[in-house]
Structures are given as structure tokens and as C-alpha cells.
């Protein structure tokens, strides 16, 4: 496997459309991308480039958190999204982090991959020193996921785990340059 991430773009055709359509037909689905199934093409064209534009502050309203959305990639393939709020509010489930995988590639440590190579994003791009990861209480694989990228377990309330990294620490810790 060769797992990376891919910021959505304009030009993202229907193998994206697809993929998105099977993580949105899931009931369980943390971080669904869609409410529901039923998007068509045309809709499609519209998510990306809604997508696009809220990764910049001065597009989007006041009220909506600036975000980069990825698709999680392994090869050419797409096989999940991914999604890295540049600020939230501590205090609302929602953290930093969001992850959604195909069947076939859960359980197998792409999310963990996935919450590191966001943490580096957050922290080289963006200058985020501490990123929060909210998870449900009944999403243990999310848990264990953020435990090995050095989470701490911070509180648990209306329904959900909160954990904090500091990447400042972190990367320190990793022996690069911070």
C-alpha cells in the first residue's frame, strides 16, 4: 500500500463521485461527507467547489470553519476522505480531524497514517501548535487511531472522547526543525 492524500480539485472526475457516493451510503460512517446518498453529478460539481473554496477564511461566512478536504489515496486510487478544520471551537464535538474509509481499508492503520500526515499539514502548513480530535464514544477504531499518533485522552462528554496533541511537542519529540 502507498497511502497519501490528495486535496480536492476542480478537475476531480468520477472516480472521486464514485468513491464518494459508497462512504456515504455507509449508516456508521464517521465524517460522512455527504447527509446522504442521493447527489448527482451536476451536485458533484458543486460539493467541489464548495470544498475548494472553504479552504480560504475570506470565501466563506463567518460561521463556517475554514477546512481542506483530501482524498485518501492508496496508489492513484481513491479510497476515502479526509478533512483538516484550520480553527474549531474546543468546546463542540467536531476536533480538527476527519476520516472517512472504504470497507476494504479500514481496520489496517490507514487512519493513523491519515492523522499523522494531517498533523504534519496542520502544523508546517497551517501553524496549528495543538490540534483537538473528537471521536464518538462507540468509535474505537478512531481511538486507537489517535492513541498511536500520541493523543491524550482530555475528557469525555455528551457522547463523546476528546483528545488533544500538542504538534509543537510533538515534532520536537521527532527531532525536526520547529
Known amino acids: 500500500m502507498n497511502i497519501w492524500l490528495k486535496e480536492i480539485a476542480l478537475e476531480d472526475g468520477k472516480e472521486y463521485y464514485d468513491i464518494l457516493m459508497e462512504l456515504s451510503g455507509y449508516k456508521d460512517a464517521y465524517a460522512k461527507p455527504l447527509p446522504d446518498d442521493d447527489m448527482s453529478l451536476e451536485d458533484f460539481e458543486f460539493f467541489?467547489?464548495?470544498r475548494v473554496k472553504m479552504k480560504d477564511a475570506n470565501s466563506i461566512p463567518e460561521s463556517?470553519?475554514?477546512?481542506?478536504t483530501y482524498w485518501i489515496m492508496n496508489e492513484s486510487v481513491?479510497?476515502?476522505?479526509?478533512?483538516?478544520?484550520?480553527?474549531?471551537?474546543p468546546n463542540k464535538p467536531g476536533g480538527?480531524?476527519?476520516?472517512?474509509?472504504?470497507?476494504?481499508?479500514?481496520?489496517k492503520g490507514i487512519g493513523s497514517l491519515v492523522a499523522e500526515e494531517l498533523s504534519r499539514i496542520a502544523f508546517e502548513e497551517l501553524g496549528i501548535e495543538e490540534v483537538i480530535y473528537t471521536s464518538k464514544n462507540e468509535n474505537v477504531q478512531s481511538q486507537k487511531s489517535v492513541d498511536k499518533i500520541g493523543a491524550t485522552l482530555i475528557g469525555i462528554h455528551d457522547g463523546y472522547?476528546?483528545?488533544s496533541v500538542s504538534l509543537r511537542?510533538?515534532?520536537?519529540?521527532?527531532?525536526r526543525n520547529v
Do not use: R, W
Open 169 to 175: 511537542e510533538k515534532f520536537n519529540k521527532e527531532g
Open 64 to 68: 463556517v470553519m475554514p477546512t481542506s
Open 161 to 163: 472522547h476528546f483528545y
Open 96 to 107: 480538527h480531524f476527519g476520516c472517512c474509509l472504504i470497507k476494504s481499508f479500514q481496520n
Open 78 to 89: 481513491p479510497i476515502g476522505y479526509a478533512t483538516l478544520k484550520h480553527k474549531i471551537d
Open 48 to 50: 467541489k467547489q464548495a
